[in-house]
């Protein structure tokens, strides 16, 4: 069974940022890809980013790129999002997850946070 615990929402002004840590429970966190999806009122969920295993590789969605980095510390089970550049569009319940493999592209998620809510203001 695994854990995942957001922490570091809150309300920015646009322009702002903000950084989201996730804590995972279990041994196995290292083993992982890991990601970001976000919910806004009245949307879908949608995929944010994600990050292989190791950190060596990362993918982010179009909406994001160039303003969001995802990263991860292997040591101390934790992931990352640092937010920069945000946007009223950014509010959303943004969800830590992990997926099933190493490598993202090949892998579904199978556990999933409670999310930490972030609003952006105009």
């Known amino acids: 069974q695994v854990q995942l615990v957001e922490s570091g929402g809150g309300l920015v002004q646009a322009g702002g940022s903000l950084r989201l840590s996730c804590a995972a429970s279990?041994?196995?966190?290292?083993?992982?890809?890991m990601g970001w999806f976000r919910q806004a009122p009245g949307k879908e969920r949608e995929f944010v980013a994600a990050?292989?295993?190791?950190?060596?590789?990362?993918y982010y969605a179009d909406s994001v790129k160039g303003r969001f980095t995802i990263s991860r510390d292997n040591t101390k089970n934790t992931l990352f999002l640092e937010m920069n550049s945000l946007k009223p569009e950014d509010t959303a319940v943004y969800y830590c997850?992990?997926?099933?493999?190493?490598?993202?592209?090949?892998?579904?998620?199978?556990?999933w946070g409670q999310g930490a809510q972030v609003t952006v203001s105009s």
């Open positions: 997850v992990k997926y099933s493999g190493t490598y993202y592209k090949t892998s579904l998620t199978d556990y």
């Open positions: 279990g041994r196995t966190f290292s083993s992982y890809a």
């Open positions: 990050i292989t295993w190791n950190g060596r590789n990362t």
